[in-house]
C-alpha cells in the first residue's frame, strides 16, 4: 500500500503562498492561495474514523493494481491557527493567530540566531520590547514594555511570562527573569500590552511565550560557545519522534567569569517534554525543568566612575563611600534555583476546542544586597482552562479561567559590613498570594477583511502577608474588570491595520508590599514593614499596522505601532542615597505613558548575494500628569532605542556565509530621578558591534563583536526620588568583547 500526504503549509505574512510538503517537485504543479482566510490545509483526513473502510477496500484495489482512495477536503484549520498537532510551536499557526489580535505583538524565531546566550540576543531588534542590561551575562536584565515594571528589581514584575502557555510567574506577579532559557525555544510569542490572549495576563506589558522545542524539531543537537571575560557555554538536545508521541530533552550549562569585578555568573538548567496524540484530535504534553542560577552582583557606582573606570565597584577606592559600601566585604550576590513541572491536554474539533494546562514550581531563592538578605522559599500551584468555538463562519468566540497559588515564606536577616556575613534575623512572613481570573471574548467577522474583537477580564486577586515574628498582619483583595475593543482590517492581502481601547490592571507583588532594610552603617538599626497599596490602572488607546512591501525575497516587513495610556496609581519603587531599595508608593497625581513602537526588515538582492537588514525603534515619552512631579518625565526608561543590523549574505561551495555589522544606539540623557535634577542622567551612546556566521549543512559557526570602540557609558541605574551624579545610582555597561560559537544539528 502506498499512502500520499498532501500538506500546505502558510508563510508568517498575510500575502504567503502555500508551500507544498511530501512529493517531490514534479509531482504537482504550483498552487497559490489568494486571502489568508481561505487558506486550505489539506492531508490525510479522518484516518481514526476511515480505518476499516480503508483496510476493506485496500485488499480489492491492490488486486487491481490500484492506489487506494483518499478524500482530499479543504478546511479552514490553517486560517484558525490549528495544527494536527497543536501543542507543537509552529510560526505559520502562531502567526495565524496573531494576525487575530488587534494590536501590536512580536513573533521571534531564536533558533535563527546564531549566539543564543542572553536574553538579548533573542530579542534584540524587536520593536516596543526594552532590555536593559545589568552585568551582561545569566543576569537579571531589566525588562520593560510600555513602561512596565520599570522600577522592579530585585525580581521583574509588570509583564507575564509564559512557559508554553502557562504562567512562569509567581501568584504574586513576580518571576526571576534568569532562569529563562532562550535556547531551548522554537518561538517566542510577544503580546504587548492589552492585546494578551491569556486570562492571567491583564498588566500594562502584556506577555511574553516562551515555547519549547519538540522532539518533531530534529533529532539533537550540540553546541559550544566561548568569549570575552570568561564566558562559557555548552548545551546539548536529543530529541525522539514516533508515530503518535515525541520527547526531547536539554541541558545547559553557562559561565562567565565577569567584566566588572565581583561580577561573575553561573546557570546550569534541564528542560524535556514528551508529547502524545490520541484518537479523536487528543493531544497532551508534559513539561520538566529545573535551572540553578547564581550570580555576583557588583552594584552601582556614582557616574564619574562610568567614564573614568568602569570595572570598578565601590570598594576600589578611597572614599568615604567606598569604606560605607565595600562589594567585596559585603559580598551582595543571588542564588537562585526553580523545579517546574506542567502539563497540558487538548482535544475537540474546529467547532469546539478545548485546553487545560496544571503547572506547580518550587523555587528557593536567596538575594543578598549589600545590607539585607532576603531568603524566599516559594511553592506555586496553577491551572489554565480555555475553550474557543464557532458559532458560524463570521463568528468565532472564547472563554477561559485560570486559577494560581503561592505560598511563600520569606525571611529578612541584617549583613555584616565587616564579612557580609548574614547577621540577626530581623523580619519573617507566610505570605499567600492567590488569584481568579476569567475572560470571554468573540471575534466577529462584520465584512470581508474586517473584523471587530472584543473581550472581557474579571479578576480577584488576594496577596495576604502576616508576620511570624510579631503580630503584624495585612491581608488585601483586589476585583476589577478589564475589557477590551478592537477593530482588525486586512486592507489588502499584504496590509493589515488595527485598533483597538482597553483596559489592564497591576497588583503589587510582595516585593512592593513588604519592606525590609537596615542601615549601612549599623546592621542593627533594621525595620521591615507592610505596605498597603492600590492596583495600578491604565486605559490605553493603540492604533498600528503591519504588512510586507513589494513581493519575494525582496520584500520589506514593517510593523508600526502608536499608543497612549492613561494611568492611576502607578506602582513606584524607589531607592535611598546608597542605591538600595527604599520601598513602593502609588503616585497620586497621575501618569502617562505614550510611545511608538516601529520595526522594518528586508532583503536586497546584490550581483553577489544579498543584504539582508532589520532595525527597530522604540520611542517612550512617560510624564507624570499632575502631584509633586507635574510635567516631569518618569525615569527609568530610554526616550528613543534604535537597534540595526546589516549582514551581507553569500552562498559559495564551503557554505554560507553572512557578514556586517550592527548598532545599539540610544540618543540623548535621559533622568534616573524623578525630579529630573540637571546632572543626574544617564548619557546617549552608540554601541557597534560586528557579526560573522557560516552555515554548511548541518554545521554552523559564529563570531559576534559587541562595542568594539569600547564605548564607556551605563546600561542602567537605581531609580530615586531625587538624585545626583555623585550618589552611587549607575551600572557602567560591558565593555568591547567578542565570543565565538560553533553547534552542530543531527
Not at 502557562?166 to 504574586?172: K, Q, R, T
Not at 480555555?386 to 468565532?396: F, W
Not at 505613558?593 to 516601529?598: K, V, W, Y
Request: proline share 5%; charged share 20%; net charge positive.
Amino acid at each position: 500500500m502506498q499512502i500520499i500526504i498532501i500538506y500546505f503549509e502558510m508563510n508568517s505574512l498575510p500575502d504567503s503562498r502555500s508551500a507544498l510538503a511530501g512529493l517531490s517537485p514534479s509531482a504537482l504543479a504550483p498552487a497559490r492561495c489568494p486571502r489568508l482566510s481561505r487558506t486550505v490545509a489539506a492531508g490525510l483526513l479522518a484516518a481514526a474514523a476511515a480505518a476499516a473502510q480503508a483496510q476493506a477496500e485496500e485488499g480489492s484495489r491492490a488486486a487491481q493494481g490500484q492506489l487506494p482512495a483518499m478524500t482530499v477536503r479543504a478546511t479552514e484549520a490553517a486560517a484558525a491557527g490549528q495544527e494536527a498537532a497543536p501543542l507543537r510551536p509552529s510560526v505559520a499557526a502562531e502567526q495565524l493567530r496573531l494576525d487575530a489580535v488587534p494590536g501590536a505583538s512580536n513573533l521571534v524565531q531564536p533558533q535563527q540566531q546564531a549566539r543564543l546566550a542572553t536574553l538579548r540576543d533573542a530579542l534584540d531588534y524587536q520593536p516596543g520590547i526594552v532590555l536593559q542590561d545589568f552585568f551582561g551575562a545569566t543576569d537579571q536584565p531589566r525588562l520593560s514594555i510600555r513602561g512596565s515594571g520599570i522600577q522592579s528589581n530585585p525580581v521583574n514584575r509588570g509583564v507575564v511570562l509564559l512557559q508554553d502557555g502557562l504562567p512562569l510567574n509567581e501568584a504574586d506577579g513576580s518571576f526571576i527573569i534568569g532562569t529563562l532559557e532562550p535556547r531551548n525555544a522554537a518561538l517566542i510569542s510577544v503580546r504587548r500590552g492589552a492585546n494578551t490572549l491569556t486570562p492571567s495576563a491583564i498588566t500594562l506589558g502584556g506577555e511574553l511565550d516562551f515555547q519549547s522545542l519538540t522532539g518533531a524539531d530534529g533529532r539533537g543537537m550540540v553546541r559550544a560557545e566561548a568569549g570575552s571575560f570568561g564566558r562559557r557555554a555548552l548545551q546539548g538536545a536529543l530529541g525522539l519522534e514516533g508515530t503518535q508521541w515525541d520527547g526531547r530533552i536539554s541541558v545547559s550549562s553557562d559561565r562567565f567569569d565577569g567584566w566588572r569585578h565581583h561580577s561573575a555568573s553561573r546557570r546550569d538548567a534541564l528542560h524535556a517534554n514528551v508529547g502524545f496524540q490520541g484518537l479523536g484530535g487528543v493531544e497532551n504534553r508534559s513539561y520538566l525543568s529545573w535551572t540553578d542560577l547564581e550570580f555576583e552582583i557588583p552594584h552601582v557606582v556614582p557616574k564619574n566612575r562610568v567614564g573614568s573606570d568602569p570595572q570598578s565597584v565601590m570598594g576600589d577606592g578611597s572614599s568615604p563611600q567606598d569604606s560605607l559600601l565595600n562589594v567585596y566585604r559585603r559580598d551582595p550576590r543571588r542564588e537562585a534555583s526553580q523545579l517546574r513541572l506542567a502539563n497540558r491536554t487538548r482535544w475537540g474539533a474546529d467547532d469546539l476546542r478545548q485546553e487545560l494546562g496544571l503547572y506547580w514550581q518550587n523555587t528557593d531563592d536567596w538575594f543578598k544586597d549589600p545590607t539585607v538578605g532576603t531568603r524566599t522559599d516559594s511553592r506555586t500551584l496553577g491551572a489554565q482552562w480555555r475553550v474557543d468555538g464557532r458559532s458560524s463562519e463570521q463568528l468565532r468566540w472564547h472563554g477561559a479561567l485560570a486559577w494560581s497559588r503561592s505560598n511563600m515564606d520569606r525571611r529578612f536577616n541584617a549583613i555584616s559590613s565587616a564579612n557580609g556575613a548574614e547577621l540577626q534575623r530581623f523580619a519573617a512572613y507566610d505570605l499567600r498570594a492567590e488569584n481568579l481570573q476569567g475572560q470571554l471574548g468573540a471575534d466577529w467577522r462584520l465584512a470581508q477583511g474586517l473584523s471587530l474583537v472584543g473581550q472581557l477580564g474579571w479578576s480577584r486577586q488576594e496577596r495576604n502577608a502576616a508576620s511570624r515574628l510579631d503580630a503584624g498582619r495585612l491581608d488585601q483583595r483586589w476585583t476589577c474588570a478589564t475589557p477590551r475593543v478592537g477593530l482588525n482590517w486586512d486592507v489588502t492581502p499584504r496590509t493589515r491595520l488595527w485598533a483597538n481601547l482597553s483596559r489592564s490592571q497591576e497588583a503589587p507583588s510582595y516585593w512592593e508590599i513588604v519592606t525590609a532594610a537596615a542601615a549601612p552603617n549599623n546592621p542593627n538599626a533594621t525595620q521591615s514593614a507592610l505596605a498597603r497599596l492600590k492596583l495600578q490602572r491604565a486605559t490605553t488607546l493603540e492604533v498600528g499596522g503591519q504588512g510586507r512591501l513589494g513581493e519575494g525575497e525582496r520584500a520589506t516587513a514593517w510593523q508600526v505601532a502608536v499608543y497612549r495610556s492613561h494611568l492611576a496609581d502607578e506602582l513606584m519603587s524607589v531607592t535611598d542615597a546608597s542605591g538600595l531599595a527604599l520601598g513602593t508608593t502609588n503616585y497620586a497625581g497621575g501618569t502617562r505613558h505614550q510611545g511608538i513602537e516601529a520595526g522594518l526588515s528586508g532583503t536586497f538582492a546584490l550581483p553577489l548575494g544579498a543584504l539582508d537588514w532589520r532595525g527597530s525603534w522604540t520611542y517612550s515619552d512617560f510624564r507624570f500628569k499632575r502631584g509633586v512631579y507635574a510635567g516631569n518625565r518618569i525615569a527609568g526608561v530610554p526616550r528613543n532605542l534604535i537597534n540595526a543590523e546589516l549582514l551581507w549574505r553569500v552562498a559559495t561551495p564551503s557554505g554560507v556565509w553572512r557578514v556586517g555589522p550592527n548598532v545599539r544606539y540610544q540618543p540623548g540623557s535621559n533622568p534616573i530621578d524623578h525630579a529630573n535634577t540637571p546632572g543626574a542622567t544617564q548619557n546617549g551612546y552608540a554601541l557597534l558591534g560586528f557579526a560573522l556566521q557560516w552555515s554548511q549543512g548541518q554545521w554552523r559557526a559564529w563570531l559576534q563583536a559587541d562595542n568594539l570602540t569600547d564605548r564607556r557609558y551605563a546600561s542602567t541605574f537605581a531609580i530615586r526620588n531625587q538624585a545626583t551624579a555623585a550618589q552611587p545610582g549607575y551600572l557602567p555597561g560591558l565593555g568591547r568583547s567578542a565570543s565565538v560559537g560553533v553547534d552542530y544539528r543531527f
